[in-house]
């Protein structure tokens, strides 16, 4: 096997895409698009947690220094993209963790996109008021 430096994956979720990137024999750093992670998701704790959230699940927060692009979408559905781009990089890295991260339900990408707006329509569904006379 040739020499790893480290190990890629795609995330994607809404319109938003994250890739992660996992350096072995780290101090547990996370940098978001060249910024520390608590910086780029502007302190937001929940969110910083639910970011490294298959980190947590699977014990390895200290084994890798984590740099993640991600580009499209709103911080939901950010986030979202860069949690199951690091869980897609651990299962490549470790085959063992792939049925801890899948029973957490971290494996799965959310599918679900914005319905684009019909003719005719005021939204996607929505329509004019109807009038009696």
């Known amino acids: 096997m040739a020499d790893v430096r480290y190990i890629y994956a795609l995330g994607r979720r809404k319109s938003a895409t994250a890739t992660a990137r996992l350096f072995p024999g780290g101090k547990g750093s996370l940098t978001i698009n060249d910024k520390p992670a608590a910086e780029y998701l502007s302190g937001n704790s929940s969110l910083l947690a639910e970011v490294t959230d298959p ?79």
């Open 55 to 133: 980190l947590a699940v699977t014990g390895k927060q200290k084994e890798f220094d984590i740099t993640i692009l991600v580009k499209g979408g709103g911080f939901a559905g950010q986030v979202d993209a860069i949690k199951l781009a690091i869980a897609k990089a651990l299962t490549t890295a470790h085959s063992d963790l792939r049925p801890t991260l899948k029973k957490a339900d971290l494996l799965k990408r959310d599918s679900r996109e914005k319905e684009r707006k019909k003719y005719g329509l005021r939204s996607a569904r929505k329509r004019e008021q109807f009038s009696k006379r």
